[in-house]
């Protein structure tokens, strides 16, 4: 495999932008090798600037649902640029968009745009402290709810309740505010509650995580989590940036038939545009500024570019009857051809799916929280996900990833992915 052009264009950018990437798991740095640079991509197909071609398992980690170039999202792109790309002014699209997304997830009654996942998690999490008056939020670990300050704390040390720091230029006084719980332990939750009485103002969780790879709620967990919300006047907030409008329609509230008070959207819901969302009960909702005290605006917010791809992407998901059975149906054949090869090659691994979202983790144990993920054997998977690159199969380079079946993996493709697996695992053993 020629990569000569990615190599002289990693190096061209490492000059020019820090480690040569605007967002650091493209780096390659946890498979180690460099990064490829992608010139373009069609269904199920990526390209890179070598012309190598790929199937696609990343898909803009989690956009592209129905495959690159969707003819639906490009028409709707090309009837909306002649209008001019932006006015920071209301506009028809977004009415439409806000309604649609109102008739399609469960918990949103009102909904804010934003320009990604980020913004959505952070602006949920100050009108959460706004509406109830709270300081203090309680999240889990392995968790990603994007960049915002108070979501970089890691567990802290013995009896500490608080959390630290997980990069610089965190404070403190924003790290204890943010409380750390072990995903799938409701117990975990009431030490929380008991020993923070009257100030937690939020919980905030992926209902599917799929940040420590992919990590699906035991029975009763979610509802759990709403009955302990609800006794102590907490608000739930599902961050479904990742889940929204992948597992179902509605997302995994949908699926799991667990009502948070508030939702975060993102990804899938920009149709491949840098689209963030908010939402959840009117009197909630009714806090944010104008009509409420909480402040929260954005100059691109709502952009009608970003919002005529949006749209284009929902109505398709929200029409489409039989896509997420399909998107199961291919996710679970590629999965068990995975455990047949693990068979053959006498190895075992843990595999966690749902939907189209799945995680092959290497190491034999069940992985249910972070602490059981962080078990797998990271170089192993380095190994394993160059191997894979090399079949022409593009992984996410990172064990602590969800993988996303997209509509345009077909039958052959599938049989090509569980081929390069059964090769990918004899070659590293
Ligand atoms: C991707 C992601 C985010 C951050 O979204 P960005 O658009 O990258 O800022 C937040 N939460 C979850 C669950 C995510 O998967």
Same mark, same amino acid.
């Given at each position: &495999?020629?990569?000569?052009?990615?190599?002289?264009?990693?190096?061209?950018?490492?000059?020019?932008?820090? /480690?040569?990437?605007?967002?650091?798991?493209?780096?390659?740095?946890?498979?180690?090798?460099?990064?490829?640079?992608?010139?373009?991509?069609?269904?199920?197909?990526?390209?890179?600037?070598?012309?190598?071609?790929?199937?696609?398992?990343?898909?803009?980690?989690?956009?592209?649902?129905?495959?690159?170039?969707?003819?639906?999202?490009?028409?709707?792109?090309?009837?909306?640029?002649?209008?001019?790309?932006?006015?920071?002014?209301?506009?028809?699209?977004?009415?439409?968009?806000?309604?649609?997304?109102?008739?399609?997830?469960?918990?949103?009654?009102?909904?804010? @745009?934003?320009?990604?996942?980020?913004?959505?998690?952070?602006?949920?999490?100050?009108?959460?402290?706004?509406?109830?008056?709270?300081?203090?939020?309680?999240?889990?670990?392995?968790?990603?709810? /994007?960049?915002?300050?108070?979501? !970089?704390?890691?567990?802290?040390?013995?009896?500490?309740? @608080?959390?630290?720091?997980?990069?610089?230029?965190?404070?403190? *006084?924003?790290?204890?505010?943010? !409380?750390?719980?072990?995903?799938?332990?409701?117990?975990?939750?009431?030490? +929380? #509650?008991? =020993?923070?009485?009257?100030?937690? =103002?939020?919980?905030?969780?992926?209902?599917?995580?799929?940040?420590?790879?992919?990590?699906?709620?035991?029975?009763?967990?979610?509802? *759990?989590?709403?009955?302990?919300?609800?006794?102590?006047?907490?608000?739930?907030?599902?961050?479904?940036?990742?889940?929204?409008?992948?597992?179902?329609?509605?997302?995994?509230?949908?699926?799991?038939?667990?009502?948070?008070?508030?939702?975060?959207?993102?990804?899938?819901?920009?149709?491949?545009?840098?689209?963030?969302?908010?939402?959840?009960?009117?009197?909630? @909702?009714?806090?944010?500024?104008?009509?409420?005290?909480?402040?929260?605006?954005?100059? !691109? =917010?709502?952009?009608?570019?970003?919002?005529?791809?949006?749209?284009?992407?929902?109505?398709?998901?929200?029409?489409?009857?039989? !896509?997420?059975?399909?998107?199961?149906?291919?996710?679970?054949? #590629?999965?068990?051809?995975?455990?047949?090869? &693990?068979?053959?090659?006498?190895?075992?691994?843990?595999?966690?799916?749902?939907?189209? &979202?799945?995680?092959?983790?290497?190491?034999?144990?069940?992985?249910?929280?972070?602490?059981?993920?962080?078990?797998?054997?990271?170089? +192993?998977?380095?190994?394993?996900?160059?191997?894979?690159?090399?079949?022409?199969?593009?992984?996410?380079?990172?064990?602590?990833?969800?993988?996303?079946?997209?509509?345009?993996?077909?039958?052959?493709?599938?049989?090509? #992915?569980?081929?390069?697996?059964?090769?990918?695992?004899?070659?590293?053993?």
């Amino acid at each position: &495999m020629q990569t000569q052009r990615s190599q002289t264009l990693f190096e061209e950018a490492q000059h020019v932008i820090p /480690g040569g990437v605007n967002s650091p798991v493209r780096a390659f740095r946890a498979v180690g090798g460099n990064p490829l640079f992608i010139k373009s991509a069609e269904g199920a197909y990526i390209y890179d600037e070598d012309d190598n071609q790929y199937i696609e398992l990343i898909n803009s980690w989690g956009p592209m649902i129905l495959g690159h170039r969707n003819p639906a999202v490009e028409q709707a792109l090309a009837e909306a640029i002649p209008h001019s790309v932006s006015y920071g002014a209301p506009t028809s699209r977004e009415v439409e968009i806000a309604q649609l997304i109102v008739s399609m997830v469960p918990s949103i009654e009102k909904v804010r @745009m934003v320009n990604s996942g980020t913004e959505a998690a952070m602006s949920a999490a100050r009108l959460a402290r706004g509406y109830t008056g709270r300081d203090k939020f309680i999240k889990f670990e392995g968790c990603y709810h /994007g960049h915002g300050d108070s979501f !970089l704390i890691a567990a802290g040390s013995g009896a500490m309740t @608080m959390g630290e720091p997980n990069s610089p230029g965190v404070t403190q *006084g924003t790290a204890q505010d943010t !409380l750390l719980a072990t995903f799938n332990d409701l117990n975990s939750i009431d030490r +929380l #509650i008991a =020993s923070n009485p009257d100030n937690i =103002s939020m919980i905030m969780i992926e209902p599917v995580a799929g940040n420590m790879g992919c990590v699906l709620p035991n029975e009763g967990f979610l509802e *759990g989590l709403r009955a302990r919300c609800d006794e102590y006047g907490i608000l739930l907030i599902f961050d479904e940036v990742m889940t929204g409008f992948r597992l179902a329609p509605g997302g995994a509230q949908e699926l799991y038939g667990v009502t948070p008070d508030m939702s975060a959207l993102g990804k899938i819901i920009g149709g491949g545009l840098p689209v963030g969302a908010y939402g959840g009960k009117k009197e909630v @909702m009714d806090y944010v500024s104008p009509v409420g005290p909480v402040y929260q605006a954005g100059t !691109l =917010s709502g952009n009608p570019i970003a919002m005529a791809a949006g749209y284009a992407m929902l109505t398709q998901l929200q029409k489409h009857q039989t !896509l997420y059975q399909q998107l199961t149906e291919t996710t679970e054949t #590629i999965v068990n051809g995975i455990k047949e090869n &693990m068979k053959r090659l006498n190895v075992s691994y843990t595999i966690n799916h749902v939907g189209s &979202m799945f995680s092959l983790f290497f190491t034999e144990h069940p992985v249910y929280d972070f602490e059981s993920a962080s078990a797998s054997d990271t170089k +192993l998977f380095g190994a394993y996900f160059q191997e894979m690159l090399k079949r022409g199969i593009y992984l996410a380079p990172s064990q602590f990833e969800a993988l996303f079946v997209s509509s345009a993996i077909d039958e052959a493709m599938v049989e090509t #992915i569980v081929r390069a697996n059964y090769e990918s695992l004899k070659a590293i053993h």
